[in-house]
């Protein structure tokens, strides 16, 4: 068994303990057992983290472009380095496979050197004057010091995309990072301070979120929100960054719907989308959930989807023959119950799995669900977890409907063998990003946001950096004395 290290707070360049020695513990969801601590923040390190993040604001704004730009080169290099090590520790306090915590590590790495780059073309613009003699500048600077909120699902990717869109733009950052998974990210940040981010510009904290969020939020220190999470708790906290006129970026939850037509690659459909439901063992905001599949492919494509589910090997992430690890917590093994007792209640048939795996562990089933109604919880709320909902359709304008039907708009998926489809698609379904035929979703260079209840920003592609700059007018006639 890998050494789960304990986790300190990271503040103005020192890693520390709280100053009342206050510490949570951190479970292994493949065993329940406590594997470690994270030191858990009160008020006297919140506001040394503030005050830090001011100076080290004034720090890093000030460096070159370039130089910003290499160090943080510099941090991606380490993680590289180091993600062979990270990925168990990673595996042993989030549940996924040791393959997918590699492949998350990775992945955040590529993110740091994308985002090091774009800072470097984060251009003003010079605009036409009307008058001869006049200059007129649109400048982008740095907003201010960030803080940040970021979940357990992704304990590396998430935070990466805020940090790395901060510091490419000369911001600093405190990181609220999950309690239940601490000591991924700060192995990240400890790439960053060994890569020579100066004291003060990243914090780590962990704690009683609410009492971080309000705290943070509030200081007057802090010029941007950014918040991954569910939809109820982003709206607190955009609304509590209104109140104090807060620039906010708000990644939320999702029901992404998968429309498959029976012109598509039904095998190739399935066995795509089941990789995608499946991974993170469903705890992604942009997993496929609702499933509408044209009827003449119906039978074909649960069959087929249905044995991709069964073939998933499911135990501990640490084994290496482990394809789908458990859940991350007991809350999330309690709502699948709940909202697939909901569902079978009502109507629902289970094809396969539905229920929980073993005797220890947060470990549960693969699942796909049948004969769904729009009533059932399991159709309004989003599962977060391995559920596969399968409802037909006969015409497109039905599965456009049910697309639609939710006030969220995350991510959307689509196989059709028809260019007129896949048009009408894009223009009708309403989602940040839309994806046909393929999975093309969160890559660094392409913007990575929802709509409606799903949020608003971009944390990838160019957009990532837009919510970290200001953007100033500047103008000069040229000093002519009079004669």
């Known amino acids: 068994m ?78 590289r380095e180091r993600a062979e090590a990270i990925a168990p520790i990673m595996t042993m306090e989030q549940g996924k496979p040791v393959a997918e915590a590699r492949t998350e590590l990775l992945a955040a790495a590529d993110t740091i050197d994308w985002l090091a780059e774009e800072g470097r073309r984060a251009y003003g613009r010079l605009v036409p004057a009307r008058a001869t003699g006049v200059t007129q500048a649109v400048i982008r600077t740095p907003v201010g010091p960030v803080a940040a909120f970021s979940p357990w699902n992704f304990p590396v990717n998430q935070v990466v995309r805020k940090v790395g869109a901060a510091l490419a733009t000369g911001c600093s950052i405190i990181v609220k990072a999950a309690e239940e998974t601490p000591a991924s990210p700060a192995a990240l940040i400890r790439a960053f301070a060994d890569a020579g981010v100066p004291p003060g510009v990243i914090g780590l904290l962990y704690g009683t979120p609410s009492e971080i969020s309000e705290t943070l939020i509030a200081h007057p220190a802090i010029r941007k929100v950014t918040f991954t999470g569910s939809t109820a708790v982003g709206k607190m906290l955009a609304a509590l960054a209104g109140t104090h006129m807060k620039r906010a970026t708000m990644e939320l939850g999702g029901h992404g719907p998968a429309i498959i037509s029976a012109d598509a690659d039904i095998d190739q459909a399935a066995d ?117 909902l399968m409802s037909p359709f006969d015409t497109l304008d039905q599965a456009v409907a049910e697309a639609n039907r939710l006030p969220y708009g995350l991510a959307a998926y689509a196989f059709t063998g028809s260019g007129r489809t896949a048009a009408r698609l894009r223009d009708e379904i309403r989602a940040g990003m839309l994806t046909v035929n393929h999975l093309g979703l969160a890559l660094p260079e392409v913007p990575f946001g929802g709509i409606g209840d799903s949020g608003y920003g971009s944390e990838g592609g160019t957009e990532a950096l837009e919510a970290y700059l200001d953007t100033r007018f500047f103008t000069m006639r040229e000093y002519s004395p009079s004669a």
């Open 2 to 79: 890998p050494h789960y290290p304990d986790t300190l707070l990271f503040i103005d360049g020192r890693w520390a303990p709280a100053a009342d020695d206050r510490f949570i513990d951190v479970l292994n969801p493949a065993t329940e057992q406590v594997i470690g601590r994270v030191a858990h923040a009160g008020q006297p390190e919140l506001a040394a983290a503030a005050a830090a993040a001011e100076r080290g604001f004034a720090v890093w704004s000030r460096m070159s472009v370039f130089d910003r730009y290499t160090i943080m080169r510099r941090a991606a290099t380490l993680l």
């Open 272 to 388: 795509t989308l089941a990789a995608a439901k499946f991974r993170n063992a469903g705890q992604v905001c942009v997993s496929p959930t609702r499933f509408l599949v044209e009827r003449p492919a119906f039978g074909r494509f649960v069959e087929r989807f249905a044995a991709q589910a069964q073939a998933r090997k499911v135990g501990d992430g640490l084994r290496p023959d482990t394809t789908m690890g458990p859940l991350a917590n007991v809350r999330r093994v309690e709502a699948m119950e709940t909202l697939i007792g909901d569902a079978t209640a009502r109507g629902a048939e289970i094809v396969t799995g539905g229920q929980r795996v073993g005797n220890a562990g947060y470990f549960f089933a693969p699942t796909v669900l049948t004969n769904l109604t729009a009533d059932m919880r399991i159709m309004n709320e989003e599962p977060f977890g391995p559920v596969a």
